[in-house]
């Protein structure tokens, strides 16, 4: 083997550690970290953006709707793979315990507002179907936060 060649090796070697790294399972408090964050963000792009439009506590303005309701379509798949094993513990966080007694029920509301977000981004081009979708999206929020997040 050449010199450059070696030298190639050794950069994959070195990939090869990062990327190892990079996909080790993330720690419990990270997982917790990262759900959170996301909904933080769907939660302002929802209730703060959208929520406030369709209330009329916000102008109606297409491009600054189309942008909220992509983000919320976007992150409303992120969320909910950081909620595995272990991860109900190992930092302060509001999820109920009954997530891990029935992890299927739990995702059966996550698909269900999956759906609903889906939706938000064709129906923010106009003012009457967005207000119609924020409802139905807000009736999945509820419905899961009711059984599912602690006060
Ligand atoms: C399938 C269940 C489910 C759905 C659907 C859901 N959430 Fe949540 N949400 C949770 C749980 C559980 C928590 C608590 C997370 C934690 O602390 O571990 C949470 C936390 C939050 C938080 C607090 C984040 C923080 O800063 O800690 C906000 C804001 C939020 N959700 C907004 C929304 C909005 C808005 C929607 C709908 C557009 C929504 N959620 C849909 C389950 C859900």
């Not at 090796?9 to 759900?35: H, Q, T």
């Not at 909904?39 to 792009?45: A, E, H, T």
């Not at 759906?115 to 419905?143: H, R, S």
Request: net charge positive; glycine share 8%.
């Amino acid at each position: 083997m050449n010199s450059s060649a070696w030298k190639a090796a050794g950069c994959g070697v070195a990939l090869a550690i990062v990327a190892g790294s990079a996909f080790a399972a993330p720690k419990p408090e990270d997982e917790i970290r990262y759900r959170q964050s996301v909904f933080n963000v769907i939660g302002r792009n929802f209730g703060g953006v959208l929520g406030a439009i369709a209330k009329g506590e916000r102008p109606y303005d297409q491009a600054e709707a189309v942008k909220a309701a992509k983000l919320v379509a976007d992150l409303s798949t992120l969320p909910f793979a950081s909620f595995g094993p272990g991860t109900d513990a190992g930092a302060s966080h509001k999820s109920s315990p009954k997530i891990w007694e029935d992890p299927a029920k739990f995702q059966s509301l996550a698909d269900k507002f999956q759906l609903e977000a889906a939706k938000l981004p064709a129906a923010a081009a106009d003012l009457a179907t967005l207000k119609a979708q924020v409802a139905e999206t807000g009736k999945t929020c509820k419905g899961c936060h009711d059984e599912y997040r602690l006060k």
